[in-house]
């Protein structure tokens, strides 16, 4: 009897820690160009001028954050566009940049859907040089650049959703990027199966451990 109460007591915790910890709620990425790991380089912007990148837009797309550095106590205003085409597809803008402080502009309007082949440009129309955190170079010698390789750095952006969402909300997105970027069977579908694996194998546990231990 004691066995299955303190069974029964720990399922019931994880249950409830679940729920609290997945019905939190907070912004949420949409997406973002990080890819390798943060390179601790700098790519500067100066007074007047406009840096472009190359960057599919992902959809959901309501606010750019990037992560910026400043020998100004305030800089800025920079402004930030989602071009593609020589088209305008949004704006906004970041008005007091901080040193070491990350900035986040609210696009207009939002990117509902996906934008592949788009590009996002900064024009710096402050008087002080800014400095945009790039993180697509691997730092020298680490795992994922043993040649050492120098690659242009360009600045890190985060894309992010509109609002605040809990991870529960937000099922059936993870569950269709879950399927992503795997073999072409793979789909929604895979998230609730390797749940379902999790679930049957805790279950097999519990079985073996009432089996194996005396009732009492």
């Given at each position: ?43 500067p ?13 992902p ?5 750019v ?13 920079l ?11 949004a704006?906004g803008?970041?008005?007091?940049l901080r040193?070491g402080?990350?900035?986040?502009a609210s696009?207009?309007?939002?990117i ?7 590009k ?23 795992g ?7 690659f ?9 959703r ?5 991870w ?5 997105t ?9 073999t ?9 199966v ?13 079985l ?8 009492r």
């Open positions: 009897m004691r066995v299955r109460l303190a069974i029964g007591l720990g399922f019931a915790v994880v249950a409830v820690g679940l729920l609290i910890s997945l019905g939190r709620s907070d912004q949420r990425l949409a997406g973002t160009n990080a890819q390798v790991q943060v390179s601790g380089n700098a790519v912007v100066a007074a007047g001028r406009v840096l472009c990148q190359p960057e599919g837009i959809a959901d797309t309501a606010e954050r990037v992560y910026v550095g400043t020998p100004a106590r305030v800089a800025g205003p402004d930030v566009t989602f071009r593609k085409g020589g088209r305008v597809l704006t803008t970041l008005r007091e040193d402080v990350p900035a986040t696009m207009s309007p939002r509902a859907n996906e934008v592949p082949g788009a996002v440009c900064f024009h710096n129309r402050g008087r002080s040089r800014i400095y945009l955190a790039g993180d697509r170079t691997p730092v020298r010698g680490s994922a650049n043993p040649y050492g390789t120098v242009d750095d360009e600045p890190r952006v985060d894309y992010l509109p609002g605040r969402e809990s529960l909300a937000l099922a059936g993870i569950a269709h990027r879950f399927g992503l970027e795997k072409s069977f793979f789909g929604p579908w895979t998230m609730w390797v749940f379902g694996l999790i679930g049957c194998t805790w279950l097999a546990a519990v073996l451990l009432l089996r194996r231990l005396p009732a």
